[in-house]
Structure formats: structure tokens, C-alpha cells
């Protein structure tokens, strides 16, 4: 599976953004889709999870209630809706996808990444 995500950019605190994730090569309803990011001089973070169907979803704490995780499995696409966006959100990016039955809070969980996409926050 290829991945690539999209929809970064640089905005102010309490705006929106919505990042997308397309997939090419093959059908992303095989995989559960997370999204990470990573802020400079930090290691990577889980952001938020949802399963292969889109009936499970999680969030990290500090998105929760702010950021909603979709998919579209006609379009090959998962979605990140960001909202109320403050300056520590600010970082790369990334999509990944991962077989069933795995810890999907951990990146090693995931075998497909795509390149990130930056998003910057300013104050």
C-alpha cells in the first residue's frame, strides 16, 4: 500500500484544517488507517486510530474533542478534521496503515507510512 497524505499548511490558533490520506495499490479497507505526527525535537506520537471499517475510532488525549478521524472506503481515503487547533499541534504529519488485530496506538503496529504532511499552528 501506498500512502499519501495532504492538506497541511499554516494557519492560526482555533482554525481548522482537514488532512487527507489517499491510498493507491491497494484497497485501504483491508488496513485500520492511524495518523501520527511529529513536532521538531520529538519523537513521533499516535494522534488517533480508526479500524478497517470505521466503526472503532480512538484518540490521543490531547486531540480528543478537537480532531475527528473518518474514512471513505469508496475513495481509498481516511481522513484527519482538525479543529480548534493550537500551537502544540504544530508538526509532520503522518498516515500509516496496519493489518488487523495489532496495538494500534504504537507506530511499530504499522507496516505502511506515508510521507508526512506539515502543519503549522501559529499563536
Known amino acids: 500500500v501506498q500512502l499519501q497524505a495532504s492538506g497541511g499548511g499554516l494557519v492560526q490558533a482555533g482554525d481548522s484544517l482537514r488532512l487527507s490520506c489517499v491510498a493507491s495499490g491497494r484497497t485501504l479497507s483491508n488496513y485500520a488507517t492511524g495518523w501520527f505526527r511529529q513536532a521538531p525535537g520529538k519523537e513521533r506520537e499516535f494522534v488517533a486510530f480508526?479500524?478497517?471499517?470505521?466503526?472503532?475510532?480512538y484518540y490521543a488525549d490531547s486531540v480528543k474533542g478537537r480532531f475527528t478521524i473518518s474514512r471513505d472506503n469508496a475513495k481509498n481515503t481516511v481522513y484527519l478534521q482538525m479543529n480548534i487547533l493550537r500551537p502544540e499541534d504544530t508538526g509532520v504529519y503522518y498516515c500509516a496503515a496496519a493489518p488487523p488485530n495489532r496495538n494500534y496506538g504504537f507506530s511499530r503496529s504499522y507496516d505502511y507510512w506515508g510521507r508526512g504532511t506539515l502543519v503549522t499552528v501559529s499563536s
Open positions: 480508526i479500524s478497517w471499517s470505521g466503526a472503532m475510532t
